[in-house]
């Protein structure tokens, strides 16, 4: 055997009989994956709390994007615009409910990594099911909301407006995909 891999050896199998080396290993990745679903809980509620802050310009905004004004590129719509004032007010419900459950089961979900940081495997990843379900819940606000019904369907990126929501939900839902792909990993 060489030395480099009688060293690697050495270190492979030091690494794995240190109980105390494995416990920092594992307990550091464990808080990084409570942190990171604390960080999507928050940009739900840090989100709600912006359209509640300035509702009166979200309404217009979402009523910009639903009403499909200024669409030059693709002129003919493929769905009707939407201009009435409670449709536009129910859209916009729809989402803040949405974003305010990104916060509500990311925070809880990260309550319960938390509560289970130091306990075995098992455990820990029974107590994902809540963080799961809130990045899981962004994706779908960010991703199935913005980018595909207002990208897709109202085609949300023919405007300066909308290209704006529709790149940030992109940048949120794909940030939230990595989130729940990196917390679903198991723990051993």
């Given at each position: 055997m060489s030395n480099s891999s009688c060293a690697t050896a050495?270190?492979?199998s030091s690494w794995n009989s240190n109980p105390v080396t494995w416990s920092k290993k594992t307990m550091s990745i464990r808080i990084l994956k409570i942190i990171l679903v604390v960080f999507v809980g928050l940009q739900g509620w840090l989100y709600?709390?912006?359209n509640l802050a300035n509702w009166d310009t979200a309404i217009g905004a979402i009523g910009y994007v639903l009403g499909q004004t200024g669409h030059e590129v693709y002129s003919n719509h493929?769905?009707?615009?939407?201009?009435?004032?409670?449709?536009?007010t129910l859209a916009l419900l729809t989402i803040v409910t949405f974003e305010?459950?990104?916060?509500?089961l990311s925070l809880k979900g990260a309550w319960d990594l938390w509560k289970?940081?130091?306990?075995?495997?098992?455990?820990?990843?029974?107590a994902k099911?809540?963080?799961?379900?809130?990045a899981g819940t962004?994706?779908?606000t960010w991703f199935g909301g913005f980018v595909v019904v207002g990208g897709a369907l109202?085609?949300?990126?023919?405007?300066p407006v909308g290209t704006g929501s529709f790149e940030g939900a992109f940048i949120y839902g794909a940030v939230s995909a990595l989130v729940l792909l990196f917390v679903n990993s198991p723990d051993r």
């Open positions: 050495t270190m492979s709600v709390a912006g493929i769905f009707p615009p939407i201009t009435s004032p409670a449709l536009v305010f459950l990104v916060g509500a289970a940081r130091k306990a075995d495997a098992s455990t820990f990843n029974g099911t809540f963080a799961i379900l809130g962004a994706m779908v109202f085609q949300m990126w023919q405007t």
